[in-house]
């Protein structure tokens, strides 16, 4: 299971991490238009789709990485102050209740919505350059799957911090420097600033 | 049960929901297909269980989220915050800052805030500031004697500033919620920002002058002589490159010169110009080991070497050149001449780089003139060499690009693409500048910044999914209609409904975070506005105003938190929320200002954009 769970993780954190480079090419893109746009009077007809295509794929195809390492924002007032295994029963019926019904919805009506435009070969109306989008339109039905997959390993997660009593661990990945410089404080003072940490803190 | 009131049980039971910690955008995604199944449910044209309009709207609005020009800013403003977040910049910007103000009452709380202000501005991450900050300049200001609780309140206040003072990312998240343009909020927010900061600047003296115990006058022997011509290059090296980089990415959105994507793309190259330029400053000061330390020297190095110089001598000029007709044509009403400039002419940035290359010499001997010109420091030689072998690489591409749409005439293949004539010029400096950047970045640290960048946007922007259905479902259902006429029915003045507004913002700040506040809180205040008379910029900016506390009270003040992980043991977290307390009574008395004065919210969009 826990395997199972790895493999996932490594799925959804390839695809996240393959597809953040988008966000170098965005400022590439953008920097030529720039420079040919106000220097050389020449501006391209393709620059602002091909922006939002690289944004929108960027923040979508991410959207299973965040999940598999917790970042999707979560009001935690009162969920910090359970336990494990309570913070893991809530958490596992809300996958089924709203997590599952929605992702499902996104996969299938997405998968409609790119069939029909793949259909015509659709291309955007904002450009006379007839850029086409219809591989932007199956990005959404392609991220809901990989948050499906991905739902599916949290779930197992839920599972076995039931069963045993404890969240099993994430793999090392790059985290916020405010939570790196915490980890480092507290490697350096055992004992010391732990009930500071947002998670555990009371008041 | 009236859709009406369905409409307000979603509401309500999705409060409860959000309260158990789910994370936020799947709630919104579930409950809005539940609810808008049962408000499309029509038995009589549906063919089948899965045949309900709620699909088409869920997908319609993903991909409006998808495809929108505004949140397309987002990432980028994120990815140059994260950048400038790890170019080693904080601790060279607070010394040079507190050097220069050690003549003010408190000059480190002083330093400290406008250190605190101005990195949070660019970075627009307030976690990272404070967690900084509490490890560089708490330990600094206790050392001097400096009171705990000032100190820490100092920290924890000028780091939330980064939401407030534009560029913001919370202000581009207001824009795409609230249809209000970004240049508007940007001109709308600067000066109640500058307001804020300059309270809190104001109440720092004031506090330091009344009762110097607070922050005692440095010692002579913690006093460092630094010549007044040392502290304005420290000041020139740390606070102008940041300041310069703010405000011209301000420059080109509030006149209109530039969208904010391209404002923001320009500022992430202007950051990765800054994080190269320190790393080339540690690496000529032995701090920063490069990863080329034990490389090989080749035959090529001497000639790669003055091409690569040579190269950026030319491309300098050209710039200077360009910048300087740009200046000449806005001062002195100039026209300039229509073409980009000689040294991007086809041949002629070849030439001079060349002839350059020959005056600086291959093999270490060139024209006397020019000797000085040359890198001293030999661990930043294999840069300039890079450079050189950018150059090569440029001139080959350049040459493939002329030879195929010029010799073979490859553009018959492409719609209307004639050969460009600066394409080979093009090709030359973008690979010169590409290839040297890419061999001289700290490639982990940018990989960082670019993993970092997708999970946050990711963050932003599923909430926004599930958000704008969630939305359209509760205002098909007529929940709009309810709120207001419930409002109405209060008979509220214009001010008392401000001040309403405000307080349950406030409120709802402790246990959320601001991005859940306006992406789904604010809609739901928006349709009241016009009942009221309130501009909706105007009721942003002090939405962003009063979202300054939300990182500041408990339960949920992560500033506090952040500074109490990283401080010292000795410190307490009550000691800094009672030193937060008085920068949370200044946010109030900004509020105060603003509602008696929302000109000065509202002045500067008009000077921009007119009415």
């Known amino acids: 299971m826990l395997q199972f769970i790895q493999i996932v993780d490594r799925i959804s954190s390839w695809a996240g991490k393959a597809f953040a480079w988008c966000i170098l090419l965005i400022t590439f893109v953008i920097g030529y238009e720039v420079l040919v746009r106000y220097a050389l009077n020449d501006p391209t007809s393709f620059a602002y789709d091909l922006s939002y295509m ?28 359970w336990k494990p295994t309570t913070q893991a029963k809530v958490e596992l019926t809300l ?68 069963r045993t009593g404890a969240w099993p661990p994430h793999t090392k990945d790059v985290e916020e420097l405010e939570v790196t410089l915490l980890e480092d404080e507290e490697e350096l003072l055992p004992g010391e600033g732990r009930e500071a940490r947002p998670k555990d803190a009371e008041l | 049960m009236t859709d009406p009131q369905v409409a307000v049980l979603m509401l309500f039971i999705f409060i409860l929901t959000i309260m158990l910690g789910f994370p936020i955008c799947f709630t919104l995604m579930g409950m809005a297909v539940f609810f808008g199944y049962y408000a499309y449910y029509d038995a009589e044209r549906q063919t089948s269980i899965f045949d309900n309009p ?23 403003f994120l990815f ?70 000032f100190s820490a309140g100092v920290i924890c206040a000028g780091g939330c500033l980064g939401i407030l003072i534009p560029p913001s990312i919370m202000l581009i998240v207001y824009a795409a919620t609230t249809n209000v343009s970004i240049g508007r909020l940007y001109a709308g927010a600067l000066l109640p920002g500058i307001l804020l900061a300059s309270l809190y600047i104001l109440y720092v003296i004031g506090r330091a002058t009344l009762n110097p115990s607070l922050a005692p006058k440095p010692r002579e022997e913690d006093v460092s002589d630094i010549s007044a011509l040392d502290s304005a290059i420290l000041l020139a090296t740390s606070f102008l490159p940041l300041a310069i980089l703010i405000f011209s990415v301000l420059g080109a959105i509030l006149p209109g010169l530039a969208t904010p994507t391209e404002a923001a793309s320009m ?36 000639l790669l070497y003055a091409l690569g110089l040579a190269g950026a001598a030319t491309l300098g000029l050209a710039l200077a050149y360009l910048v300087l007709r740009a200046v000449s044509a806005a001062l002195f009403g100039l026209t300039p001449p229509s073409g980009p400039g000689f040294l991007l002419q086809p041949g002629v940035g070849v030439l001079v ?13 060139g024209l006397p003139g020019f000797r000085w010109l040359r890198i001293k420091s030999p661990s930043l030689r294999p840069a300039v060499i890079f450079a050189g072998e950018g150059l090569v690489l440029g001139a080959a591409i350049g040459l493939i690009y002329v030879v195929a749409f010029g010799v073979f005439g490859m553009g018959r293949y492409f719609d209307d693409h004639a050969l460009n004539p600066y394409g080979f010029e093009i090709a030359l400096y973008v690979s010169l500048l590409g290839f040297f950047a890419w061999r001289v970045v700290d490639k982990d640290r940018l990989q960082e910044s670019v993993y970092l960048t997708a999970r946050t946007s990711a963050m932003v922007c599923w909430l926004f999914v599930g958000s704008w ?65 309130v501009d909706p910029l105007f009721f942003g900016i002090l939405v962003a105003l009063n979202l300054q506390t939300s990182f500041l009270t408990p339960p949920m003040a992560m500033a506090a938190y952040y500074l109490k992980g990283v401080a010292p043991p000795e410190v307490q977290l009550i000691q800094i929320f009672k030193g937060v307390m008085p920068f949370l009574s200044m946010v109030l008395v900004a509020m105060v200002i603003l509602y008696l004065f929302p000109q000065l919210a509202l002045w500067l969009p008009t000077v921009f954009y007119g009415r």
């Not at chain 2, 780089?353 to 001997?365: D, H, M, S």
């Open chain 1, 54 to 81: 690289m944004y929108g794929t960027l923040f979508m195809m991410a959207g299973a990485y965040t999940l598999s390492r917790d970042g999707h924002v979560r009001a935690d007032v009162l969920y910090r102050l």
């Open chain 1, 95 to 162: 996958y089924f209740l709203f997590f599952f019904p929605g992702i499902l919805a996104l996969i299938f009506a997405g998968f409609d919505y790119a069939r029909a435009s793949w259909t015509y070969l659709e291309v955007s109306s904002a450009s006379p350059a007839d850029v086409p989008i219809f591989q932007l339109k199956s990005v959404i039905p392609a991220a809901a799957s990989l948050l499906f997959l991905q739902g599916i390993a949290q779930v197992l997660r839920c599972w076995i911090c039931i």
């Open chain 2, 54 to 76: 709620i699909f088409d709207l869920l997908t319609n609005q993903t991909y409006s989220v998808v495809s929108s020009d505004i949140l397309t800013a987002v990432p980028l």
């Open chain 2, 80 to 149: 140059m915050g994260y950048i400038i977040e790890r170019a080693n910049i904080l601790d060279r910007l607070f010394h040079s800052l507190h050097v220069s103000a050690r003549n003010i009452p408190g000059s480190m709380a002083v330093a400290a805030l406008a250190t605190c202000a101005l990195f949070a501005t660019a970075t627009g991450i307030i976690g990272a500031v404070v967690t900084l900050m509490g490890l560089l300049a708490l330990p600094a200001m206790l050392k001097a004697r400096y009171d705990t609780s």
């Open chain 2, 267 to 302: 500022g992430v190259l202007g950051g990765l110009v800054l994080a190269i330029s320190y790393r080339l400053a540690g690496i000529r000061d032995g701090t920063v080991i490069p990863d080329w330390h034990d490389r090989r020297p080749t035959r090529f190095d001497g």
């Open chain 2, 353 to 365: 780089t060349l002839a350059l290359a020959l005056a600086f010499g291959t093999g270490g001997r």
């Open chain 2, 469 to 533: 259905t969630f939305a359209s479902v509760f205002s098909y259902l007529g929940g709009h209609e309810v709120i207001r006429e419930f409002v109405i029915g209060l008979e509220l003045s214009p001010i008392m409904f401000l001040i309403l507004a405000q307080l349950i913002i406030f409120f709802l700040g402790w246990p959320l975070e601001w991005s859940e506040i306006i992406i789904i809180f604010v809609p739901i205040f928006l349709p009241m506005l016009p009942l009221f008379g």
